[in-house]
Nanobody
Framework: QPQLVESGGGSVHAGGSLRLTCAASGGSLNWYTIGWFRQAPGKEREGIACITSGGQSTNTKEPARGRFTISRDRAKNTVYLQMNSLKPEDTAVYYC???????????????????WGQGTQVTVSS
């Protein structure tokens, strides 16, 4: 089973961009739908975007739609979240998670994701 590792977080000004990376330490991501979630202080965890194992389908939730793009490179066993036009309200810890393809994962239901990374902090200043 894969151990997921996020990277690419940091601090940027509003309007800036970051690219988050989800990689596997042991095991392969390629069997799984990979989702990105975030949790801001005092708020519930929310699903942001996901991509199916084969990469054919993606789902991006508001308010990320139109600003964030999820993609995967199966040869590199990696999933990316490109975040553009960042806003202060995007500040959160971002997690990647893996689950089997299905209606629950494509709808970013967190209980359907069995593998989670430790998270990476994203801070957007105004």
């Amino acid at each position: 089973q894969p151990q997921l590792v996020e990277s690419g977080g940091g601090s940027v000004h509003a309007g800036g961009s970051l690219r988050l990376t989800c990689a596997a330490s042991g095991g392969s991501l390629n069997w799984y739908t990979i989702g990105w979630f975030r949790q801001a202080p005092g708020k519930e965890r929310e699903g942001i975007a996901c991509i199916t194992s084969g990469g054919q389908s993606t789902n991006t939730k508001e308010p990320a739609r139109g600003r964030f793009t999820i993609s995967r490179d199966r040869a590199k066993n990696t999933v990316y979240l490109q975040m553009n036009s960042l806003k202060p309200e995007d500040t959160a810890v971002y997690y990647c998670a893996g689950g089997f393809d299905g209606p629950g994962t494509i709808n970013l239901e967190s209980r359907e994701f069995g593998y989670w990374g430790q998270g990476t902090q994203v801070t957007v200043s105004s």
